[in-house]
């Protein structure tokens, strides 16, 4: 049974609160961690073998091979990420982005392996000693098979990553009709949304939600700096929503016009809709006249 008039749960969003401080330590920390632990694992491993197998090579060697290439990948990361923003590889972009991350996986690779071979060249002449790559056109091939792996799953970390924070925060969904009995509002034109967090339930006005944006699978619903992601795409909850109230300004960002406080335009011949709680979002030179034209009628 859906509650209607008390806040959501709060034990989530205070560990949230507590969390976004040091969210810009947390998350490079755990990188390191990720990187470095693997090329100290990687590093045992190929020595055991190595070992194992008699190869003639000094104990430093694998540590130099994993090392080098592990720190490169790490210092790669705030690349791929700012790429991924920039090419969102979600649901409702993936066709038209899906190329340009083929291309980025290939630039990847090639810094990758230029960086990587690099430091192991001076770490070999620190040892008095010469490396040598091997085939380049072959050995290329060899790495960017191995770095489209690893591109894929930065990627696929950071989408994990966003989706354990928006369902701390609380996942909404649209009402549905009731199985008996006439619907209390129009289904069709929904005044609420129903939302799920921590085993509760309760009940959103929609005339709260300050923006919507498109991420992945899901639309979140912005309400008083919070996100609330709804399983729907831009186009189903557009057409769903009150036009009266709720504008497109962007193929990801939908805006509640009760909330936009200013419109500022941009050099670039876009635009920018600052709203009332200080955010900002994004309007696309595609829907920049429509929103002049509401704010010549006062309407913004």
Same mark, same amino acid.
């Given at each position: 049974?859906?509650?209607?008039?008390?806040?959501?749960?709060?034990?989530?969003?205070?560990?949230?609160?507590?969390?976004?401080?040091?969210?810009?330590?947390?998350?490079? &920390? *755990?990188?390191? @961690? $990720?990187?470095?632990?693997?090329?100290?694992?990687? #590093? =045992?491993?190929?020595?055991? +073998?190595?070992?194992?197998?008699?190869?003639?090579?000094?104990?430093?060697?694998?540590?130099?091979?994993?090392?080098?290439?592990?720190?490169?990948?790490?210092?790669?990361?705030?690349?791929?990420?700012?790429?991924?923003?920039?090419?969102?590889?979600?649901?409702?972009?993936?066709?038209?982005?899906?190329?340009?991350?083929?291309?980025?996986?290939?630039?990847?690779?090639?810094?990758?392996?230029?960086?990587?071979?690099?430091?192991?060249?001076?770490?070999?002449?620190?040892?008095?000693?010469?490396?040598?790559?091997?085939?380049?056109?072959?050995?290329?091939?060899?790495?960017?098979?191995?770095?489209?792996?690893?591109?894929?799953?930065?990627?696929?970390?950071? &989408? *994990?990553?966003? @989706? $354990?924070?928006?369902?701390?925060?609380?996942?909404? #969904? =649209?009402?549905?009709?009731? +199985?008996?009995?006439?619907?209390?509002?129009?289904?069709?034109?929904?005044?609420?949304?129903?939302?799920?967090?921590?085993?509760?339930?309760?009940?959103?006005?929609?005339?709260?939600?300050?923006?919507?944006?498109?991420?992945?699978?899901?639309?979140?619903?912005?309400?008083?700096?919070?996100?609330?992601?709804?399983?729907?795409?831009?186009?189903?909850?557009?057409?769903?929503l009150d036009p009266a109230r709720f504008v497109r300004v962007h193929r990801s960002y939908i805006v509640n016009l009760d909330y936009v406080q200013e419109i500022e335009p941009l050099d670039s011949g876009d635009a920018r809709a600052c709203m009332?709680?200080?955010?900002?979002?994004?309007?696309?030179?595609?829907?920049?006249?429509?929103?002049?034209? $509401?704010?010549?009628?006062?309407?913004?």
């Amino acid at each position: 049974m859906a509650n209607h008039s008390n806040p959501p749960p709060a034990d989530a969003q205070a560990w949230l609160a507590r969390y976004r401080p040091w969210q810009h330590v947390v998350e490079p &920390a *755990l990188w390191v @961690l $990720l990187f470095c632990g693997q090329a100290t694992l990687n #590093s =045992l491993t190929v020595w055991l +073998d190595i070992s194992r197998i008699g190869l003639g090579f000094a104990r430093w060697e694998p540590v130099v091979w994993e090392w080098s290439s592990n720190l490169v990948l790490l210092a790669l990361v705030p690349a791929v990420i700012a790429f991924e923003r920039r090419f969102p590889f979600q649901w409702e972009s993936w066709r038209a982005n899906w190329r340009w991350h083929v291309m980025a996986s290939v630039v990847f690779s090639v810094v990758h392996v230029l960086a990587m071979v690099g430091l192991r060249k001076l770490a070999y002449a620190s040892q008095g000693a010469d490396y040598g790559f091997g085939n380049w056109p072959l050995e290329l091939f060899y790495e960017y098979l191995k770095d489209a792996r690893s591109y894929s799953s930065i990627l696929i970390l950071v &989408a *994990l990553y966003r @989706l $354990l924070l928006l369902r701390l925060q609380g996942e909404a #969904s =649209l009402l549905d009709a009731p +199985d008996d009995g006439p619907a209390v509002e129009p289904v069709e034109r929904p005044e609420r949304f129903l939302v799920r967090k921590l085993g509760k339930e309760y009940l959103l006005p929609a005339a709260e939600v300050e923006w919507l944006q498109a991420w992945g699978n899901y639309v979140n619903l912005r309400v008083r700096s919070h996100d609330y992601p709804l399983r729907a795409t831009m186009a189903a909850i557009e057409a769903r929503l009150d036009p009266a109230r709720f504008v497109r300004v962007h193929r990801s960002y939908i805006v509640n016009l009760d909330y936009v406080q200013e419109i500022e335009p941009l050099d670039s011949g876009d635009a920018r809709a600052c709203m009332r709680d200080g955010g900002q979002v994004p309007v696309s030179r595609r829907y920049r006249d429509s929103l002049r034209k $509401l704010a010549q009628t006062g309407s913004v």
